[in-house]
């Protein structure tokens, strides 16, 4: 597993996943020990996001990226980046800055998605 190749799998495979509801494609990259702790400190795992997703009614409209860092430690790989995402729950949107932490592992060929944690980013107007 290479840096590059969590990068890649993280922006070709998951976020594009998550903007074309691809559920499928979503099911194979999530590990079955896959953990999503949100900004607000609730919890839910890949069955639960998976059907949060599915019968929840959000919808991934977009997705941009800034800092990207990987490092891989034997099998396991962190990505840390600031993420600006565009959304919508039924209809309503809203648009999120965040700085999530992933982790990626390698279980046998496959890379899979173990854990995904985000927080909300604060924009100051002024300085410290």
């Not at 980046?81 to 965040?98: D, I, L, Y």
């Given at each position: 597993?290479?840096a590059?190749e969590v990068l890649?799998?993280h922006t070709d495979g998951?976020?594009r996943?998550?903007i074309q509801?691809?559920?499928d494609a979503?099911?194979r990259?999530?590990s079955?020990?896959?953990m999503?702790v949100?900004?607000d400190g609730?919890?839910?795992n ?7 997703l599915?019968?929840?009614g959000?919808r991934?409209?977009?997705i941009?990226?800034?800092?990207a860092?990987v ?7 962190i ?5 600006k995402?565009?959304s919508?729950?039924?209809g309503?949107e809203?648009q ?14 496959a890379?899979?998605?173990v854990?995904f ?8 107007g002024?300085s410290?």
């Amino acid at each position: 597993m290479t840096a590059a190749e969590v990068l890649n799998l993280h922006t070709d495979g998951f976020n594009r996943a998550l903007i074309q509801q691809d559920y499928d494609a979503l099911e194979r990259i999530y590990s079955e020990m896959y953990m999503l702790v949100r900004p607000d400190g609730s919890v839910l795992n890949k069955q639960q996001v998976l059907k949060d997703l599915r019968e929840q009614g959000l919808r991934i409209h977009s997705i941009g990226l800034e800092d990207a860092v990987v490092r891989v430690v034997g099998s396991v790989a962190i990505l840390t980046v600031a993420s600006k995402t565009v959304s919508s729950r039924n209809g309503k949107e809203s648009q999120a800055h965040v700085r999530l932490v992933a982790v990626y592992g390698q279980e046998g060929s496959a890379i899979r998605l173990v854990h995904f944690q985000s927080t909300t980013i604060v924009e100051t107007g002024g300085s410290i």
